[in-house]
């Protein structure tokens, strides 16, 4: 897949400096650059990259003037980074810009999708199943009975969604995400054994929700496990059953919610955290990668530590923790002599 400059400054609103003909065909870093490539310029530290690079197109900020000679061709925009953010997403939606159903895949009869969809080989669509226009479930993805998905969704390869699921518009589903499976219920019997008791809800996801590779999130008990609209969960995150997971929080790799577990909109959480069950988080709460939050936490609170507490209240504590081994020696020291003193 190919680009002119003039395509290029034509997608961006940007003013070309250099051969407008020139072609690229891959993205790289601009000190990594070689012939072909589009890259840019937005931070000054790599401002020395641009006269070594071999990239044939660099996108530059539009007060960029360069001292010397260069031999790539410059595009000129408003604001670099942003430009070629958007750049890559334009790309990013012609390269995935697939329709049509591959074989062998199998669609039920009772299921229905809408316009341009792209269905991959090798995928399963199970009985009243409904699926929107736009949407891209690619190869080896599981749609369970039941499942609702919205417009412009995608699902990539490897996928399950359980049935029952209900998955709004604008979603991201990465491969290897199990969505709907029974959630972590078992009561203790007389004989030692545990019993299963049945997990009879559902998952709900909301619109623009992410959801990174290896990603569980269990079905409810009873009701629904909701992750609402805007929700951002990287790669291998556990969501138990009946957890709520509110607007635009977002949730980095390794974090365990344990069942019932209800937290705000606005949150950031790190990676590694583990919160216990039954739990009310608030809204804006910033918890900080390897914590242990085993209590309630109030709007806005910054937390660390396992067991977590306050932020600000940790950092003063670590200067006394890494001291602990002098402190030991200090107050071994002044016992010895006390004791020499009696």
Known sequence: ????????????????????????SKLAKIEEGTEGDLTFLANPKYKPHIYTTRASITIVNKEFEAETGLSTTLIKVED???????????????KMNKTGIEQPSHISDSARYGENIYLGAFS??????????????????????????????TIFAGAKVYSE????????????????????????????????VPQTGNVILEDYVDIGAGTTIDRAT??????????????????????????NTVIAAQTGIAGSTKIGKNCMIGGQVGIVGHLTIGDRVKIQAQSGISRNVQDDEALQGSPAFNLGDFNKSYVHFKNLPKLAQTIHQLDKKRNDNE
């Open 1 to 24: 897949m190919k680009f002119t400059a003039s395509q290029i400054a034509g997608i961006l609103e940007g003013d070309i400096i250099g051969d407008p003909d020139v072609e690229v």
């Open 165 to 196: 699921t209900v998955i709004g518009n604008h979603c991201v589903i990465h491969g290897g995400v199990v969505i709907g499976a029974d959630g972590f219920g078992f009561t203790p019997e007389e004989n030692g054994q545990y019993k299963k």
């Open 80 to 94: 670099a980074y942003k430009a070629f953010s958007r750049l890559l997403e334009y790309y990013n939606q012609v």
């Open 222 to 247: 009873l009701g629904s496990t909701i992750i609402r609209k805007g929700v951002k969960l990287d790669n291998q995150i556990q969501v138990a059953h009946n957890v709520e997971i509110g607007e």
């Open 124 to 153: 399963y669509i199970g009985d009243h199943v409904r699926i929107g226009d736009n949407c891209k479930i690619y190869p080896n993805a599981y749609i369970g009975d039941n499942v609702s998905i919205g417009d412009n969704v």
